[in-house]
C-alpha cells in the first residue's frame, strides 16, 4: 500500500490517451501542492509554457523520488482507478490544482506537509544539480540558485 495519486493536466477524461503521472508515494494534496510550487519557481518567468511546464513537473518529481521506483509516467486511461487519493486536475498554465476526480471528498485529507517546508527540500535538490561543465577549462561552475518557497512568494527567507 501506498500513498498514492495520479496527476492528469487540464481535464479529465478517465478514456483519455494524455499523459498521466502516477506517484506511489506522497500523493497527499500537501504533497502535489510542493511539486507544483517547485515547479512554478524552477519555470520562473516560462511559467505559462503548457508543454515545457508539463515536462518540468514529471522532472520535479524524479528529482525528489529519485532511484527507478515509486512514481511513472502512462496515459489518463492506464493510470486511472489507482485509489487513495485520487486523481488530480492540474492547470499547466499555473501549475495549480484546478479539480479532483476519483476521491471521495469525505475521506480525510492528508496534511503531514507544511507546502513551504516540503517545496523547499526539492529546491535543495534540484540546487544541487545545478552545476555546468566547461569543457575548455574544464571547470564546473554553479547556476544561479532557486529561491525557497518563502523568497519566491515575496517573504523573507524561512
Known amino acids: 500500500m501506498g500513498n498514492r495519486a495520479v496527476i492528469v493536466f ?3 477524461n478517465p478514456e483519455s490517451e494524455a ?3 502516477y506517484v506511489h508515494w506522497n500523493g497527499g494534496r500537501d504533497s502535489i501542492e510542493g ?12 511559467l505559462g509554457d503548457e508543454a515545457y511546464a ?7 518529481i524524479g528529482i525528489f523520488m529519485g532511484g527507478c521506483l515509486s512514481f511513472g509516467m502512462g496515459t489518463t486511461r492506464s493510470l486511472t482507478g489507482q485509489g487513495d487519493n485520487g ?6 498554465k499555473t501549475m495549480t490544482i484546478k479539480g479532483r476526480a476519483e476521491w ?20 535543495k535538490l534540484i540546487n544541487v544539480m ?10 564546473y561552475s ?10 519566491f512568494d515575496g517573504g523573507e527567507e524561512a
Open 104 to 123: 471521495e471528498p469525505e475521506c480525510e485529507e492528508q496534511e503531514e506537509h507544511d507546502v513551504n517546508k516540503f517545496t523547499n527540500e526539492i529546491i
Open 35 to 46: 511539486y507544483l510550487k517547485a515547479t512554478r519557481i524552477l519555470m520562473g518567468d516560462r
Open 10 to 12: 487540464d481535464e479529465f
Open 142 to 151: 554553479q547556476l544561479d540558485m532557486l529561491p525557497t518557497a518563502e523568497t
Open 87 to 92: 486523481v488530480f486536475i492540474v492547470n499547466s
Open 130 to 139: 545545478y552545476t555546468v561543465h566547461n569543457e575548455e577549462s574544464g571547470k
Open 54 to 60: 508539463r515536462a518540468r513537473l514529471f522532472q520535479v
Open 19 to 21: 499523459a498521466a503521472i
